[in-house]
């Protein structure tokens, strides 16, 4: 058997060493996990508010869905949701408002590590209790808010960033406590163990797992940090919390590319994608056609639908193995962005789209991403100046070369992170 040159031997062992060092001693994607959290806690945020007149008929404890009819599907399948604590209409009411809140918050990047577990709570709840309601994306909602929960989301774009940037600038002369982390840990405590005591987290272990665990760790965090910022224990917490955001980012990616392969192999299965004629259809269906008019346009070229079906179908499958190509996985990523949008328009499914297009979002050009935040802070820079109406600019915008939030948590920290609650 031929052995290894001693000089490739050491060039694998130096690149295994530095693909060990980059996926422990940094949260990759800050920009890509960052916008993820926005896209989809904008998604559910507009979804709530939209349907807020409606909520009774989807999620009301008098819907068509009664409360009794959900509570036996959820003592069958054992799924999480906090509405089925209690059948009263006050409960149902703060829960709401509660998820409404939470997604609101999660957008704007206030405290971050707990609205991300507060964000999922009120997704699993809402969409368990009515597991009927929805149109496709709130199953990528779904799956999403779980993943979220373990991402360091809030590095960039987020008031975590802003908060954890000030922390840094006053540290020397006013080195305030945080109270606020605490005490969300403590009442989230609390509320974990009142609901454990009175057996509401029955069911499936999932969801009472990651709640506890993240509550703990978020414990556990904040002990090691008033012990000083430095020292084993700190470090060991930042490679666990990288391992993890890490992880779980690379899970949205698998998910996202799972999905599309999925959905374009099957279409590649069904007849009316074979022949081309399978987007026809649903441009004609009452349901689907909010724009009458611009549905027949479409429909009216025979060669417009038949490019459009299998466009369809060859931009989900290749787009998985186009990722090792930079150039060609931008392309087709601009493509399904745009396919999304025109879906939104056109079949009127604008939340389904929404929530597409924020799974798209994680595979975006970091340099886009920078690209974009900059001229986001300059837009925002020059509104604040105008609404001001005294000509004077706010400094510029810190450059977006590097992560703004060495935290996603709770108090301001340094560059690494550990796993927070």
Sequence with gaps: MTRPAPAAARSLSRSVSLGIGRVTENALGPYQAAVVRIGFSATWLLFLLREFPHRQELYGPDGPWSWDLAQQLTADNGAFTVLMWSGSQIWFELVYALAVLASLLLLLGW?????????????????????????????????????????RCGQVWSLDARRAREARARVLFDPAPDRVGPALWTVLGLLLVAGTAAGRLDGDPLVPVILWGMWLAQGVWWAVSRRGRGGEPRMLLDIVGNLVHNAALFVIMAEACLIYATAGWYKIQGSRWQDGTAVYYPLHLDYFSPWP???????????????????????????????????????????????????????????????????????LPTSFLRRLGDRAARARVRLVSRLRGDGRAEPDPPASGAPDEPAAGESAEPPHVGFKA
């Excluded at 929805?134 to 999403?144: A, E, Q, W």
């Excluded at 996985?329 to 597409?356: C, D, Q, R, W, Y």
Aim: glycine share 6%.
């Design 111 to 151: 405290r971050t590590r707990t609205l991300s577990v507060v964000f999922m709570v009120g997704v699993l709840s809402l969409q368990n209790r009515s597991i009927f309601v929805g149109d496709g994306g709130d199953n990528v909602l779904h799956l999403m808010s779980l993943y979220l929960v373990f991402t």
């Design 293 to 363: 008019a611009l549905s027949d346009l479409m429909s009216s070229s025979g060669t417009m639908v038949m490019l459009v079906t299998y466009g369809t179908v060859i931009v989900q499958v290749a787009f998985p193995f186009t990722l090792f190509n930079r150039r060609v996985k931008n392309v087709l990523l601009a493509v399904m962005m745009t396919e999304h949008a025109v879906i939104a328009v056109v079949l009127g499914l604008p939340f389904f789209s929404l929530a597409m297009i924020a799974a798209d979002a994680v595979f």
